[in-house]
């Protein structure tokens, strides 16, 4: 059986909040392995890259500046079907909308700033999860 991995952040606004423990608590509780973790403090070069995708939106520097504004914790999680399982588990990308019972939809709000503050990221396919633990993780 192939075991998929994704790659995890818990951004910068949720270890302000120290909600560390309670993401963690999410991923395994649903039974994924977290097979990868630590705490680090990114640097612009590191999310340019991360965030390749995002450059020229509006977003895009307010997205990097909140995401070098303090520790992050990045994760690698394991599972068949993780990437769209912990998609699901985090919920959308606008908090004010996203489900209750996901991790945005229970612990994250609009708090009318540039950039969205919605606690984690996390993969949307497989090539981007490669792409990600590299740039994380290394090879
Ligand atoms: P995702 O994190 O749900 O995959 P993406 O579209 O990949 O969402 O965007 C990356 C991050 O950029 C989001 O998690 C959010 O923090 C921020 N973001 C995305 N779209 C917007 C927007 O329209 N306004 C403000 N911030 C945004
Ligand atoms: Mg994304």
């Known amino acids: 059986m192939s075991t998929e991995k994704t790659l995890i952040l818990v951004k910068p606004d949720g270890v302000r909040r120290q909600l560390v423990g309670e993401v963690i608590s999410r991923i395994e509780k649903k039974g994924y392995v977290v097979t990868a973790l630590k705490m680090m403090q990114a640097d612009r070069a590191l999310l340019e890259r991360h965030y390749a995708e995002h450059q020229g939106k509006p977003f895009f520097e307010p997205l990097v500046e909140f995401m070098m504004s303090g520790p992050i914790v990045a994760i690698v999680a394991e599972g ?32 009318g700033t540039k950039v969205v503050q919605n606690i984690v990221h996390g993969s ?14 290394g090879k």
């Open 80 to 111: 068949n079907r993780v990437i769209e399982g912990f998609r699901s588990l985090a919920g959308v990308t606008d908090p004010t909308v996203a489900a209750p019972g996901t991790i945005r939809g229970d612990l994250a709000r609009d708090q």
């Open 124 to 137: 949307d396919s497989p090539e981007s999860a490669a792409r990600e633990i590299e740039i994380f993780f």
